[in-house]
């Protein structure tokens, strides 16, 4: 987008009006442009009748109906009509539970929108609703994250563009795109996700999840210099530091897949090594990271024989350990067992408090299973999930052992 520009709104009999905007540039707004009329001219020049506008119940003419520019962004589509009404005064601003309704009243129709664009096979036909959609939802995060995904079967290189007009329109959120480059590196593009995490770690250095991320990132890609780099920037932050930020247990993560990192031979660390799986010895690892501080989002996995391990209840009598839990804000929560008995585990995300400073109290949540094989082989899959209430308690997935 431009770094600046000037929007003129131009209608014969009217005065033209204009406004100015500097960065940053507005993205999904509806801006109101109000033209006074102009003069009435002396001369008048007559070209042709003009038509007549009947008003069939009164049986009079009557003037054609001047549009309206106070009113809010029309549509053809009554579904996303529907959400540009669903706005909250600026008297109102200040009432929490009307906010809250209105919040839910918009996820409610936004569900529908992205059900409505699933069922459209066509990604030319999709991407066209999606641009229409996007002018009335501009940067919420929720609609861009799973219109992405609705589209990444269809035509996976829409649905980058997708995540990058949304990292676009939000840039200043750094746990949102560090999210986004999570996404973005299970689709195989490590070079955007490269630099969203850079531009996370420059708006945010004090959130060491970032880094943690670009680090795995570059031992994934084979790029062992790179994680050296950023390995010695981890290492420079204090044992202060480290404590003050709540984040002990994540450095204490990191520090493990590190030793890993040590012990891997040269041609491993060329071809690139996934620290990220817990190695040869774990069976089953599941990792969650989410992207809203003071806000608490928690893993819950339930045991073939039915225990179930979360942040109050650490380890089971199968072997699983869990940390995480006491992380300040954004995770990462980690669930990892060795020598992992046959059979399913249940995995549900809780949302157990939200972001008060976060209106929509809406978190983006990431969650990546790893399982090994008979074979010896890590099968890795990726699940998204948008948390919009924070009493939800919701199955993610079952993964059979």
Do not use: C
């Amino acid at each position: 987008p431009p770094q600046s520009f000037r929007l003129v709104a131009e209608l014969e009999g009217f005065q033209s009006s204009s406004v100015a905007f500097n960065e940053p540039v507005p993205s999904g707004a509806a801006i109101e442009l109000t033209l006074r009329l102009s003069a009435v001219s002396e001369s008048i020049t007559v070209t042709a009748a003009g038509p007549a506008y009947q008003d069939d119940a009164a049986g009079v003419d009557s003037p054609p109906p001047v549009p309206s520019l106070q009113t809010p962004l029309q549509s053809t589509d009554e579904l996303l009509n529907a959400i540009a009404r669903e706005t909250i005064d600026e008297d109102d601003e200040g009432d929490e539970a009307l906010a809250a309704t209105v919040a839910a009243k918009r996820h409610e129709l936004r569900g529908r929108v992205l059900e409505r664009m699933r069922g459209m096979t066509s990604p030319t036909e999709r991407l066209r609703y999606y641009l229409t959609a996007r002018a009335v939802l501009g940067g919420d995060k929720g609609f861009h994250f799973l219109a992405a995904q609705s589209m990444h079967d269809l035509a996976p290189d829409l649905a980058v563009r997708m995540l990058t007009d949304l990292a676009e329109a939000r840039n200043a959120d750094a746990p949102m795109l560090r999210l986004l480059a999570r996404l973005l590196d299970s689709w195989d593009e490590p070079s955007l996700a490269r630099l969203l995490l850079q531009r996370a770690i420059e708006l945010a250095p004090n959130e060491p999840q970032s880094v943690r991320e670009m680090l795995l990132l570059e031992a994934r890609a084979g790029r062992p210099a790179h994680v050296d780099s950023w390995r010695t920037r981890l290492n420079a932050t204090s044992k202060k530091q480290r404590d003050e930020w709540g984040m002990k247990e994540l450095f204490e993560q990191t520090d493990e897949m590190l030793a890993r990192w040590q012990k891997t031979s040269w041609l491993d660390r060329q071809r690139g090594v996934d620290l990220r799986d817990g190695g040869e010895d774990v069976d089953v690892l599941v990792e969650l990271m989410f992207d809203t501080g003071w806000s608490w989002v928690d893993i819950h996995v339930k045991e073939p024989g039915g225990e179930i391990v979360k942040w109050d209840h650490t380890e089971s009598a199968a072997g699983a350990t869990f940390t995480g839990g006491y992380i300040f804000g954004y995770g990462p929560e980690i669930y990892s067992i060795r020598n992992a008995p046959h059979g399913t585990y249940q995995i549900d995300l809780d949302y157990y408090a939200s972001d008060r400073v976060n209106p929509s109290l809406e978190t983006l949540a990431h969650v990546i299973v790893y399982k090994r094989t008979s074979r010896g082989h890590t099968e890795r899959k990726d699940y998204f999930m948008v948390l919009t209430d924070d009493t939800e308690h919701r199955e993610l997935a079952k993964v059979e052992y």
